[in-house]
């Protein structure tokens, strides 16, 4: 039986190499911190849409660049927006891809778009698995008595 | 069940000011809905311009709309969303004689110098850069204009 100490310590490491890495940044820690009692799945809720939102938005790229003419504008504003989310959420390698994406969209770079749209999908099948065992973590935490360590 | 203290609570709801958050992307309205909530504020969020301006009593029917809706004490807006930018939405309230006192912040992800210039030129009272943080909210309290309505007699003590 693990305890809540081990716990805790392994979701402290755990975020910290998620942080160095680049997945998260600060602003996962400031939505952590909006976080309260009267609202204990708010972040997980959140995450959930971000997930869901973030498949649509790849399904509708994709189908954009299998059209005979790519339409660079609405690509570009399709990505502005996973950047908007992605920023807002702290997925940062991933607003990164999306930074860069939204370059090659300008300068209508096929083979740049193509290339970002593969490392956007990459990004958010890896940030959605880390996601997924960090609250896995927090669930086992709180069901050993335990409380969720935060960032500093 | 004390009739006054639920008076009271009433009171307090009504007192506290009123957001309304204008954001296409559901998380972004999810986010500044809990950061204003977390500020003591009420909050109403709509997913374009259209509908904000809705909200406002502004909508297609507003001559014949005789309920002007609910009091807005301050309206955050995203700049980018599709149709009605919030750059469009922020003009449609300066313009309209009904809710051209209420201040309208404009938040973006992009910090691009003539955006933020027009955008204060058209009479927005500040322009916030994403993500939006709890220090932020705490500061656009005091742009908040709302009167008591002290409807009747003020109640003190018991």
Redesign the interface.
């Known amino acids: 039986m693990v305890s809540a100490t081990q716990l805790q310590r392994q979701y402290a490491e755990y975020t910290t190499s998620l942080y160095h890495e680049g997945y998260l940044n600060d602003?996962f820690t400031?939505?952590q911190?909006?976080q309260?009692e009267s609202?204990p799945d708010?972040l997980v809720?959140?995450v959930s849409?971000?997930i869901d939102?973030s498949k649509k938005l790849l399904d509708t790229l994709t189908t954009a660049f299998q059209q005979k003419t790519v339409d660079y504008k609405q690509v570009s504003?399709h990505v502005?927006?996973f950047?908007?989310?992605s920023?807002?959420?702290g997925a940062q390698r991933l607003m990164r891809v999306c930074v860069l994406f939204i370059n090659y969209c300008k300068e209508k770079n096929l083979d740049g778009c193509l290339w970002c749209l593969q490392q956007a999908n990459h990004e958010y099948i890896l940030v959605r698995s880390k996601f997924k065992a960090l609250f896995k973590l927090e669930k086992q935490i709180l069901k050993a008595g335990g409380s969720i360590p935060m960032m500093e | 069940m004390d009739s006054s203290s639920t008076t009271v609570g009433m009171k307090e709801e009504e007192e506290k000011p009123h957001v309304l958050v204008v954001d296409d992307s559901l998380i972004d309205r999810k986010i500044m809905e809990k950061l204003f909530t977390n500020s003591a504020c009420k909050v109403t969020t709509a997913e374009s311009g259209q509908k904000a301006l809705e909200l406002l009593g502004q909508g297609e029917d507003k001559h014949t709309h005789m309920n002007k809706g609910p009091k807005i004490n301050l309206v955050v807006t995203d700049y980018c969303m599709p149709g009605m930018t919030g750059y469009d939405l922020l003009r449609k309230v300066k313009e309209s004689s009904d809710i051209k006192e209420i201040p309208v912040i404009v938040v973006s992800s992009e910090n691009v110098p003539t955006r933020i210039e027009k955008c204060l030129e058209e009479g927005a009272q500040e322009f916030i850069l994403k993500p939006l943080k709890q220090s932020d909210v705490k500061k656009l309290r005091c742009h908040m204009q709302f009167r008591r309505s002290i409807k009747g007699r003020l109640c003190i003590g018991a």
């Open positions: 602003q400031q939505l911190k909006l309260d609202d708010f809720g959140l849409v971000f939102d504003l502005h927006r950047k908007g989310s920023s807002n959420i």
